[in-house]
């Protein structure tokens, strides 16, 4: 690929998590959207400072995105186009499962397709139906795994999974989980330059999901003392 078209592909970065809690699940996102280097191993440029990292696919379920920003939103897309079709062939709504394969497929198909641009993409998807409250990790090269404590995904994952591995326990509270999301992404963004702007938290439950907190994170400065 061209070093000059690599520099202006722009990547979300990021820190994505997602928290499973005991009376459901917390997802958090930051804001920042940046431009990779040429050689594909950093951040050459901040490209966004308000980059919406959490997408509702249908009302029921939600979904992180980290890698390549418009592999991520065209793969949305086309999920969110199927699972209506399917829904209107069906009569039925599809269940978590079948959406979080249909992600997984497509996902798989799209990082093997010839193309100047690798399409790299990583979804955590979380969402409830009649069965109850799930998450998924749905991996770059398309590997789907049903997740029973947390998953993070982007540029922040070696800052955020030392936390989760020391802080997480399976009965966490709502609550809880969003602290704790918080001291994740607030630790992200102090070491990793693709994470950054603010955070985005949801909660699943079953029957609702519902956005919690929009932040934007400000800098200011002080004298030192």
Do not use: W
């Not at 065209?74 to 209107?88: M, N, Q």
């Not at 079948?98 to 399409?119: G, K």
């Amino acid at each position: 690929m061209d070093d000059e078209l690599k520099k202006h592909i722009v990547k979300t970065g990021t820190t994505t998590l997602s928290i499973v809690c005991k009376d459901g699940i917390v997802v958090a996102a930051d804001r920042r959207g940046v431009f990779g280097t040429s050689d594909n191993q950093g951040v050459s440029y901040i490209a966004g400072k308000d980059q919406q990292k959490i997408h509702e696919v249908t009302p029921e379920i939600i979904v992180t995105i980290a890698g390549t920003a418009s592999d991520t939103k065209k793969i949305i897309k086309l999920v969110r186009a199927e699972l209506k079709l399917k829904e209107l062939r069906s009569k039925s709504k599809p269940t978590i499962r079948q959406a979080a394969n249909l992600f997984s497929t497509i996902t798989y198909q799209s990082i093997r397709a010839p193309s100047m641009i690798p399409s790299i993409t990583h979804f955590l998807l979380a969402g409830y139906d009649e069965e109850g409250v799930y998450l998924y990790d749905i991996f770059p090269d398309g590997f789907l795994e049903e997740k029973e404590d947390y998953s993070v995904s982007g540029s922040g994952m070696s800052h955020v999974n030392p936390i989760l591995d020391s802080d997480y326990h399976k009965n966490l509270s709502i609550d809880e989980g969003i602290k704790l999301a918080k001291k994740c992404i607030n630790a992200s963004m102090g070491r990793d330059p693709g994470t950054g702007a603010g955070m985005d938290i949801y909660v699943v439950k079953k029957g609702e999901i519902k956005q919690i907190a929009k932040q934007e994170a400000v800098i200011e400065f002080r004298d030192k003392r």
